[in-house]
T-cell receptor, first 110, second 112 residues
Framework: GIQVEQSPPDLILQEGANSTLRCNFS?????LQWFHQNPWGQLINLFY???GTKQNGRLSATTVATERYSLLYISSSQTTDSGVYFC????????????FGTGTSLTVIP | DSGVTQTPKHLITATGQRVTLRCSPR?????VYWYQQSLDQGLQFLIQ???????AKGNILERFSAQQFPDLHSELNLSSLELGDSALYFC???????????FGSGTRLTVV
């Protein structure tokens, strides 16, 4: 299957700071999503972004499919942003499943 | 509310027992995926159904089975449970093969 690497594995931010999370993948894909798993375990879809750039409030994401990476930007972080951010890729030659990275654990302190 | 409904939310059972987890996909979604999330394994793909038919299989144990019914809801059956089966089990749905996922809130299974 496709290898998905996320960096950094852990991140601690002061409230109000900005951050960039990275996702590298090993093969061409047709689908890419970013998810946020909150402290209660819920997986929330942030972006469906197989290519290009999208923005939603303080969050934005960019995928450069030809170079096999995606970036998630969090600006003016808030304590509610804490949790684990997962990148998942699928499609292309991978069949029907999405492959998940191991996540970036973000802690935002007040 | 994501539109994907999973029941029960929590389940505690003894080793050797059998349980059934249920998932109702978002309205209009034909694909259902099951994932297991344990502390040391991350999110592992188990199995996918599309419009009632099995489409892909991942790291699903022989003790586990699943099906998707004509109304598109799906059930994951876990039998001869072991302590190591304790995990969060997620269901996700999508409109079609290889399209974006929406996850349910998960079932937290604890085997004692």
């Amino acid at each position: 299957g496709i290898q998905v690497e996320q960096s950094p594995p852990d991140l601690i931010l002061q409230e109000g700071a900005n951050s960039t999370l990275r996702c590298n993948f090993s093969d061409s894909v047709n689908n890419l999503q970013w998810f946020h798993q909150n402290p209660w375990g819920q997986l929330i879809n942030l972006f469906y972004i197989p290519s290009g750039t999208k923005q939603n409030g303080r969050l934005s994401a960019t995928t450069v499919a030809t170079e096999r990476y995606s970036l998630l930007y969090i600006s003016s972080s808030q304590t509610t942003d804490s949790g684990v951010y997962f990148c998942a890729v699928g499609g292309g030659g991978t069949g029907n499943q999405f492959y998940f990275g191991t996540g970036t654990s973000l802690t935002v302190i007040p | 509310d994501s539109g994907v409904t999973q029941t029960p939310k929590h389940l505690i059972t003894a080793t050797g027992q059998r349980v059934t987890l249920r998932c109702s996909p978002r309205s209009g979604d034909l694909s259902v995926y099951w994932y297991q999330q344990s502390l040391d394994q991350g999110l592992q793909f188990l199995i996918q159904y599309y419009n009632g038919e099995e489409r892909a299989k991942g790291n699903i144990l022989e003790r586990f089975s699943a099906q998707q019914f004509p109304d598109l809801h799906s059930e994951l059956n876990l039998s001869s449970l072991e302590l190591g089966d304790s995990a969060l089990y997620f269901c996700a749905s999508s409109p079609g093969v290889g399209r974006g996922y929406t996850f349910g809130s998960g079932t937290r299974l604890t085997v004692v």
